[in-house]
């Protein structure tokens, strides 16, 4: 998904868990088309994922990989957390809204 973000612009800001977290506006001013840039990103990453197997070697090597996306858009405030191993966050109610969003969608 790195090179997906790169293509479109989009900044990977965490991984939680097994989610994604990603957003713009972080490197480039994309005020006009960052819900659209955030769209296009999501719906490669769905495509791509469906080209990866899960387990070649597995009982089902058709057996492809299933994502689920949530998007919002509006302001968070972002932080270096921690004393000793430190980590780059963003929280509010954006991300609370899209891992919402993300949780309640069909993959």
Same mark, same amino acid.
């Given at each position: &998904?790195?090179? !997906?973000?790169? %293509?479109?612009?989009? %900044?990977?800001?965490?991984?939680?868990?097994?989610?994604?977290?990603? $957003?713009?506006? &972080?490197?480039?001013? %994309? =005020?006009?088309?960052? $819900? $659209? *840039? !955030?769209? *296009?990103? $999501?719906?490669?990453? #769905?495509?791509?994922? #469906?080209? @990866? +197997?899960?387990?070649?070697?597995? +009982?089902? +090597? @058709?057996? *492809?990989?299933?994502?689920?996306?949530?998007?919002?858009?509006? +302001?968070?405030?972002?932080?270096?957390?921690? @004393?000793?191993?430190?980590?780059?966050?963003?929280?509010?109610?954006?991300t609370n809204i899209g891992s919402?969003? =993300?949780?309640?969608?069909?993959?």
């Open positions: &998904f790195d090179k !997906l973000g790169a %293509q479109h612009h989009v %900044q990977k800001v965490d991984i939680v868990g097994d989610a994604y977290l990603a $957003a713009t506006n &972080f490197l480039l001013d %994309q =005020e006009e088309d960052h $819900a $659209a *840039r !955030l769209a *296009r990103f $999501a719906l490669d990453a #769905m495509e791509a994922a #469906m080209d @990866t +197997p899960v387990d070649e070697e597995g +009982p089902d +090597p @058709t057996l *492809r990989v299933q994502i689920r996306v949530g998007l919002h858009c509006g +302001p968070v405030s972002a932080s270096v957390v921690g @004393t000793h191993n430190f980590k780059y966050t963003m929280v509010g109610d954006t919402k969003m =993300e949780s309640h969608s069909v993959a």
